[in-house]
C-alpha cells in the first residue's frame, strides 16, 4: 500500500519569504502530481512529474526518485498563494490507491500573510 | 476556469430527501470521476466512468448513486443521506482510463450539508 505524507500540514508565511512544501510515498511510482485548492474548493493541477524538475512562473517542483520525496516550491510568495497544496502519486503499474490508481496526500494548508 | 462545471455549489439537504448533483465537461474527455472530500481527509475517489461505462465502485454506499447519460454529462444522485456524508464532493474528467500520464481536471465542487 503506497503512503503518501505532507509536510508541513499548516503554515503562515509573510509575504516575500520563500516556501518550500515536501511529500514523500512508500513505494516507487510511475507520476507525481502537485494540485493547488483555492478556498471556493476548486482544484487546479499544477504539475505533474516523473524526474527532475519542472518551473511554471514562481513554482518550482522538483522530485527524487531514489528518495522517494517531491518538493513543491513558491517564490517571492504572495497572499493569492494561499490555498492548501496537495500531492498526489501514481503508483506503478497503477496498482493501489482507488481505480483511478491514485494516492492523495491529506494537504498543506498555506497562508499567506500581507 | 478548468473546463469542468459542477453545479449546484453548495446544498442543503435533509436525511430525507432527494438530490442530485450534476457535473458538465467540454474537454472532450473520455473518463470522469466523482470523489468525496472530508475535513483533514484525503481525497477519495468514489466512481469512475470510461466511455460512459462505470469501470469500478470503490465500495460506496448504495444511498449513493452515479449516472453518465453520455461523456460530458455526470451526475450523482443522493437519497436518505446521513450527516456524516456532510463533504466537499469534487468532480473531474481526464482524457482517457486510466491516467497515466496526464492530468487530471477537478470542477470547483459542491458542499454538500446533510441535516
Known amino acids: 500500500k503506497n503512503e503518501v505524507e505532507q509536510s508541513p500540514q499548516n503554515l503562515t508565511a509573510q509575504e516575500g519569504e520563500f516556501i518550500t512544501i515536501n511529500c514523500s510515498y512508500s513505494v516507487g511510482i510511475s507520476a507525481l502530481h502537485w494540485l493547488q485548492q483555492h478556498p471556493g474548493g476548486g482544484i487546479v493541477s499544477l504539475f505533474m512529474?516523473?524526474?527532475g524538475k519542472k518551473k511554471h512562473g514562481r513554482l518550482i517542483a522538483t522530485i527524487n526518485i531514489q528518495e522517494k520525496h517531491s518538493s513543491l516550491h513558491i517564490t517571492a510568495s504572495h497572499p493569492r498563494d494561499s490555498a492548501v497544496y496537495i500531492c498526489a502519486v501514481r503508483s506503478q503499474g497503477g496498482r493501489g490507491g482507488g481505480a483511478d490508481g491514485l494516492t492523495f496526500g491529506k494537504g498543506t494548508h498555506l497562508i499567506i500573510q500581507p | 476556469e478548468t473546463g469542468v462545471t459542477q453545479t449546484p455549489r453548495h446544498l442543503v439537504m435533509g436525511m430525507t430527501n432527494k438530490k442530485s448533483l450534476k457535473c458538465e465537461q467540454h474537454l472532450g474527455h473520455n473518463a470522469m470521476y466523482w470523489y468525496k472530500q472530508s475535513a483533514k481527509k484525503p481525497l477519495e475517489l468514489m466512481f469512475v466512468y470510461s466511455l460512459e461505462e462505470r469501470v469500478e465502485n470503490n465500495s460506496v454506499p448504495s444511498r449513493f448513486s452515479p449516472e453518465c447519460p453520455n461523456s460530458s454529462h455526470l451526475f450523482l444522485h443522493l437519497h436518505t443521506l446521513q450527516p456524516e456524508d456532510s463533504a466537499l464532493y469534487l468532480c473531474a474528467s481526464s482524457q482517457d482510463f486510466p491516467v497515466l500520464r496526464e492530468k487530471l481536471f477537478f470542477g470547483s465542487g459542491t458542499q454538500l450539508s446533510v441535516l
Open positions: 512529474l516523473s524526474s
